[in-house]
């Protein structure tokens, strides 16, 4: 049996060059970042999605809606072979890819900041033209503020994460202190 990993992964190559083909690549990609937002935020869409006992005809209807007004064809091509397929189950997974593979082609970075109280405008500006500098690219960048980090920041580049926020400062010196202790994290639970 081959890797659900993998079988996404090679549907999402075949549709970015099948949408490409049809010069429908980016409208394709917002329409995946919909999508997986749908499913994600409804776990009952999934579900429903992957039931056996739903008709096909049912499922078909559900994501046409789901594109909302004039979808791409390369969409609609998409739906009939994930249906022909009985890939519903993985639809999620084949979205992701899907959009993970345009970034990579696109050479688009994803960026989320996370600090403990806003930052200007002209500060984030500033840290979104030096991501673009660096990767030679676009960034999709979204900053959020969160009180709990306690100062400082998160910042994420893609698979690359660097906390430096008082939070994960305070958690990284527990950990340090709870080691040179002989402390195992298990034993941490009753220390605290």
Known sequence: ??????????????????????NEEQALYQRMQTLSSMLRGIPKLRD??????VPVKYK?????????P??????LDFVRLILKNNREGMLYDIVLSYQ???????????VHLTSARPMSEEMLTRIRRQ????????????????????????FQLNDMRL???VRGQLARLRRLLLASAGIGMRETEHVR
Do not use: C, W
């Open 1 to 22: 049996m081959m890797n659900a990993g993998l079988i996404s992964i090679r549907y999402a190559k075949a549709l970015y060059e099948y949408a490409l083909g049809r």
């Open 131 to 154: 991501v673009e500098k660096r990767t030679r690219g676009d960034v999709e960048f979204s900053a959020h503020t969160d009180p709990t980090v306690g100062g400082g920041f998160i």
């Open 100 to 110: 993970t593979y345009y970034r990579r082609r696109k050479n688009i970075s994803i």
């Open 163 to 165: 906390d430096a926020s």
């Open 70 to 75: 004039e979808p791409e064809q390369s969409y």
């Open 60 to 68: 078909k209807e559900i994501l046409r809606e789901a594109a909302g």
């Open 48 to 53: 429903t999605l992957s039931s056996p006992v």
